[in-house]
C-alpha cells in the first residue's frame, strides 16, 4: 500500500470519534513496610463510567498454570497483548556472547523478534534495524527521529512502531512503508506527541498512546477515535480478554477503555502512571505500578484488589509467572527486584540491584520469566541478571553499558537485549 500522509483525514475522524467516547538475592526484612500491602481505601480508588465497575473485588484465588497466556514469544512487547512478560523457553545455564552489532546510538526500546528469526532492533539515532539470527544487517528504516517505541509484528510480518518524529508508521517484512500516521494538527500540546509507547493490535484494530492520547487505529492507518487521558501516555496499552483497552497515564490513572472509544473505568493511583500494565487472564486481576511507590493490582471491573509498597517509583511494566507470581522492579535510589504474591500483594523476596545517587536511579526495563520460572531483568552499571523463581542468584551476562532497553529470551533459549552505548546483544548457551 502506497504511503499516505494522514493528517487531513484523522482531523475528520477524530473530529467524529471525540463526540462518541465517555471523557476527553536478599530477603525483604529490611524493607519499610514492604512485605504489608496498604489497606484499603488509602492507595488507589476506582472512579466507575458505569455499572460495570464493582466497589470491592474478593483477592484473586490460586489458579492453575496451564490456563495462563504462554505469550507471543516477544514478537512484541512484552511477549503480547497481555504484556505479562512470559518467555516461551527455558532459561540458558551458563550464557556466553554470541554476537554483537552495533547501532549509532542507545538502544531504549525492547527487541522484537519475527516468526522467521529476523530481530527488530529500534535505536535512539533514528533508525530501525532488521538483523539475521547470525546479527547479519537485512534492512534498515529511518524514522526521523529517536525511537522508543517496541514495533509489533503481525501474524502477515507487518511491523508497526512509532518516534519521536510524531508518527506511527506500518511496514511490510522487507522494510517498506505500507503507511504513516501523522500527528493531527488539533492535538493538544503537540510539543508532547511523541509516539513512544509500544502498540498493540487486534485483528482489526491497532491502539497506542501518543502524546496526551491513547488511539485507536484500523489496519490501513486510519484514525477510529482517540481518548485524551490527562497526561503524557509513557504506558503502553494492554488488552483484557474481552478487546478492554488498559494503559497508564501521567494524570495519575489507569485507563479502560472500550473498543469503540468510550471510557469504561478509570482507577487512581497518587503518581504518575508511566508503567505498563501487565493482565494475568487466569486470575482476572491487572498490575501496574505508579510513581507513588506503589504496585497496585485491580480487576478487571476497575476495583483495587490490593496496592503494596515497593521502596521506589515503579515505571517499568511488572511481569507474571507461570504459577502466577508478580514480579515488579523500582526506582531508588536503591533498585530492586521483587516477587509479590497474588493472593494478598505480600513480598515474598527482594533482590537489589545496586544504589544510586537519586531517585531517579534504578531498573529501566521490565522483568521477564522464562518458562521454567527464571526471572532475567536488566540491571544498572551494565548486566542481565537471573535469579530462580525463589530470588536466588544464577548468573549475570556483564557489559560495559547499561540495559535499558530490556532482555527477551525467544523459542530457540538466545537472549537479547540492547544497551545505553548502542550495542546489541544475543547471547545463550554455547552450543552442543
Not at 220 to 249: N, Q
Request: charged share 20%; hydrophobic share 40%; proline share 7%.
Amino acid at each position: 500500500m502506497a504511503f499516505r500522509a494522514a493528517t487531513a483525514v484523522l482531523l475528520a475522524f477524530c473530529a467524529a470519534a471525540c463526540s462518541r467516547r465517555g471523557a476527553v538475592g536478599s530477603d525483604s526484612s529490611g524493607t519499610r513496610d514492604a512485605s504489608r500491602p496498604v489497606p484499603s481505601g488509602a492507595a488507589g480508588t476506582a472512579e466507575a463510567f458505569d455499572a460495570e465497575a464493582d466497589a470491592q473485588d474478593a483477592p484473586p484465588a490460586a489458579v492453575e498454570a496451564a490456563r495462563r497466556d504462554p505469550g507471543d514469544g516477544f514478537r512484541s512487547f512484552r511477549a503480547g497483548r497481555l504484556r505479562s512478560g512470559r518467555a516461551p523457553a527455558a532459561a540458558p545455564r551458563r550464557p556466553e556472547i554470541r554476537w554483537t552489532f552495533r547501532t549509532k546510538d542507545a538502544i531504549g526500546a525492547q527487541p522484537v523478534v519475527a516468526a522467521d528469526g529476523t530481530a527488530l532492533v529500534a535505536s535512539l539515532d533514528g533508525t530501525l534495524y532488521a538483523l539475521s539470527p547470525d546479527g547479519s544487517l537485512r534492512w534498515t528504516f529511518p524514522a526521523g527521529d529517536r525511537i522508543y517505541s517496541t514495533p509489533w509484528i503481525a501474524d502477515s510480518g507487518q511491523v508497526v512502531f512509532g518516534s519521536d518524529a510524531d508518527r506511527l508508521h506500518a511496514l511490510d517484512p522487507s522494510g517498506k512503508v505500507q503507511w504513516t500516521m501523522l500527528r493531527p494538527d488539533d492535538a493538544e500540546r503537540p510539543d508532547l506527541h511523541d509516539v513512544d509507547t509500544a502498540p498493540v493490535a487486534t485483528r482489526s484494530a491497532v491502539y497506542v498512546g501518543a502524546g496526551l492520547y491513547l488511539y485507536s487505529l484500523d489496519m490501513e492507518g486510519l484514525v477510529r477515535w482517540r481518548v485524551a487521558t490527562g497526561g503524557k501516555v509513557f504506558s503502553s496499552p494492554a488488552l483484557l480478554p474481552d478487546g478492554t483497552i488498559v494503559v497508564g497515564s501521567q494524570d495519575g490513572h489507569l485507563w479502560a477503555v472500550r473498543p469503540d472509544g468510550t471510557v469504561r473505568w478509570k482507577y487512581r493511583t497518587r503518581g504518575d502512571v508511566d508503567s505498563t500494565p501487565a493482565v494475568d487472564e487466569a486470575a482476572e486481576a491487572i498490575y501496574v505500578g505508579s510513581d507513588d511507590g506503589m504496585v497496585h493490582a485491580v480487576s478487571f471491573r476497575g476495583a483495587r484488589l490490593w496496592a503494596t509498597e515497593v521502596g521506589g517509583f515503579v515505571r517499568t511494566g511488572p511481569a507474571i509467572g507461570p504459577d502466577g507470581t508478580v514480579y515488579a522492579t523500582t526506582f531508588g535510589p536503591v533498585a530492586r527486584l521483587q516477587a509479590l504474591d497474588p493472593d494478598g500483594g505480600w513480598v515474598r523476596w527482594t533482590v537489589e540491584a545496586g544504589r544510586g545517587p537519586s531517585a531517579e536511579f534504578g531498573i529501566r526495563s521490565s522483568p521477564i520469566v522464562a518458562s521454567d520460572g527464571v526471572v532475567l531483568f536488566g540491571a544498572p552499571g551494565g548486566s542481565v541478571r537471573a535469579v530462580t523463581r525463589d530470588g536466588e542468584p544464577l548468573w549475570s551476562v556483564d557489559v560495559p553499558s547499561d540495559v535499558d532497553g530490556g532482555p527477551i529470551l525467544v523459542q530457540d533459549g538466545t537472549i537479547y537485549f540492547g544497551t545505553d552505548d548502542g550495542t546489541f546483544y544475543a547471547a545463550g548457551d554455547a552450543p552442543h
